[in-house]
């Protein structure tokens, strides 16, 4: 009688490795969906409260400050489409992380609430907007955004522009050209930079672009 491994030894084997796998993906998977499940609720908190456990009013909600490193690999999409003569209008300055890496050879404007200048109340001109704007005021903000004459940059979150609101910017003759789609640790959700263009022919030729990174605030 064959003294070795039978063939139903060898199936035995191959049905426990198969076991052991599927309980290694299902605790990595588990581990995965925890970390997501902690991740959401630390950004809720963050959203919602401020360090002492206060809860945020709305003001304080819309003080989420760009990144510099994110304004910088933003800005990279913008500037193929800008020129040196383009007036480019940052009108939610926060900490300047988008104004003061404009190019140097542009003329350049900016608001800020907090230092007494409102966007909605100012009277300037100018070829582009790029911005994060607030989200709280988003629908008031849209018409004096089409202001432009050549076209904007939002960095909002992927839930801001809906199809209403894609529409009424449409309407006003402006097309997304490019989304920048990335993510930042502690921001909700997932981070979309869109590029839209005053254009004539109508459409939203839009350019997708994905980096698989995941910025830090500084």
């Not at 309980?23 to 630390?42: A, C, D, E, G, H």
């Amino acid at each position: 009688m064959y003294a070795g491994k039978t063939k139903r030894d060898a199936n035995t084997k191959k049905n426990i490795i198969y076991i052991y796998s599927i309980y290694f993906v299902r605790q990595q998977s588990l581990k995965q969906n925890k970390s997501i499940l902690y991740m959401n609720t630390s950004i809720c908190n963050n959203i919602r409260y401020d360090k002492n456990g206060k809860t945020k009013t709305k003001k304080e909600k819309d003080k989420v400050y760009t990144p510099e490193n994110v304004a910088i690999d933003c800005l990279e999409y913008t500037l193929p489409f800008i020129k040196e003569d383009h007036v480019l209008y940052e009108p939610f300055l926060g900490k300047g992380a988008f104004y003061n890496n404009f190019p140097i050879t542009n003329p350049k404007i900016w608001s800020e609430i907090d230092e007494g200048r409102d966007f909605l109340l100012d009277n300037n001109k100018f070829d582009w907007i790029i911005t994060n704007p607030p989200y709280s005021i988003f629908n008031k903000i849209i018409d004096k955004i089409c202001d432009a004459n050549v076209g904007f940059s939002l960095l909002v979150n992927n839930l801001t522009i809906t199809p209403c609101r894609l529409k009424k910017i449409n309407d006003r003759g402006f097309y997304i050209s490019l989304i920048y789609y990335f993510k930042v640790w502690s921001w909700f959700g997932y981070q979309y930079y869109y590029i839209f263009e005053k254009r004539e022919d109508k459409k939203n030729m839009v350019e997708f672009v994905f980096k698989d990174k995941c910025y830090m605030e500084e």
